[in-house]
């Protein structure tokens, strides 16, 4: 048996098209449990859960009153029935055979986990709301994310979206880590790897996955990761990749660099220059991406807010760590 986990909060906007691609996938159904962790929603993502559950009987819905995701996905795991566990994330919809293949490539490639690629999607058709899906999907955003960059062939990664896992793996390397109210992926990913595991990255497997319709949003979830990642590092004993540090050195950079603009003109001038250089790669790599120039004027802002949110987060994380300060974030996005 197969079970699929779900954390939700206030998802109205997306459960529905969420629920319907589970509903087609070609997994055998009387194979299947879909369990929705509920943090105590207050739109209409409850009702529409419980009458999804009504007719099909193997949706369920679960509260999670402490409303992080790692406790709801935790006791989503506990109750599994199924011997496959695959954790999915209700702002996206699932090709018809996302369960199948994916349950497939867990055995053939001998994995601990396995994804697919995000295909990130604008929230709305404002210029702005493409610009961040566009963001989400750069090699200048995102640095070597493959699962939201692309692949060409399935390859060993340190993350995918979401996850496909065997139910076993758990009571071998334990549950989601629920102090990290983001990130918790990483380092559970971390550990696999850690232990000798294996990752791996599917591109047949193409997720549409709806990014956030504002700059706040954005700036509040890449900040949240930035945040969690120096408690992710300090618990794997190691930082998972290179990438998570360009962010913080720019944010260095700008900050160290506005001060030394009041020692020397020379510094003044290499900052303007650090900066025209920043703004000429995020539109040369914006350009790629944007569908017409009013998308093309948002890119930079965008990329900007990324890269400022997670290394000003980053630096924070730093700082709470050193101090041995409590980490603290909105649970719900």
């Known amino acids: 048996m197969l079970t699929v986990i779900c954390p939700i909060y206030n998802e109205e906007q997306y ?10 996938q070609d997994y055998p159904k009387d194979e299947l449990e879909v369990i929705f962790v509920d943090g105590m929603s207050t739109d209409g993502t409850r009702t529409l859960v419980a009458d999804y559950a009504a007719k099909y009987p193997f949706i369920h819905l679960l509260d999670n009153p402490k409303r992080i ?14 011997d496959l ?37 604008p929230a709305k058709e404002t210029p702005l709301c493409q610009a961040i899906a566009a963001a989400l999907s750069s090699p200048f955003g995102m640095g070597n994310s493959y699962f939201r960059i692309g692949a060409d062939r399935d390859r060993q990664v340190d993350t995918v979206p979401f996850g496909f896992f065997h139910r076993s793996l758990f009571d071998r390397i334990g549950m989601f880590d629920e102090e990290l109210i983001r990130n918790q992926d990483d380092e559970f990913n971390g550990r696999i790897i850690r232990e000798g595991g294996k990752i791996f990255l599917v591109p047949e497997v193409v997720i549409d996955y709806f990014a956030r319709d504002t700059i706040g949003k954005v700036s509040r979830m890449f900040y949240q990761y930035g945040l969690f990642k120096p408690l992710v590092n300090s618990k794997l004993g190691k930082p998972a ?34 900066l025209g250089l920043y703004l000429l790669l995020a539109l040369w ?18 990329f900007f807010v990324v890269h400022i949110s997670y290394g000003w987060g980053y630096l924070r994380g730093l700082c709470k760590l050193v101090a ?10």
Not at 69 to 75: D, F, G, Q, Y
Not at 248 to 264: E, K, M, R, S
Not at 324 to 333: C, D, E, I, S, V
């Open 324 to 333: 041995k300060r409590g980490f603290q974030a909105q649970a719900n996005r």
């Open 85 to 121: 566990v695959a954790r999915i994330d209700a702002h996206a919809k699932y090709p018809d055979n996302y369960l199948s293949v994916l349950a497939k490539k867990l055995q053939t490639l001998e994995a601990d986990n396995v994804g697919g690629v995000c295909r990130t999607l």
């Open 15 to 24: 459960i529905v098209e969420c629920m319907g691609s589970i509903l087609r």
């Open 241 to 274: 990749t290179v990438r998570q540090f360009f962010p913080l050195a720019f944010v260095l950079a700008l900050i160290v660099g506005a001060g030394l603009c009041f020692v020397h003109r020379f510094f003044r001038w290499l900052y303007i220059a650090m």
């Open 69 to 82: 995701v790692p406790t709801a996905l935790n006791t989503a795991i506990r109750v599994a029935k199924g």
């Open 285 to 302: 790599f914006g350009k790629k991406l944007a569908k017409n120039w009013r998308v093309l004027l948002w890119m930079p802002i965008v």
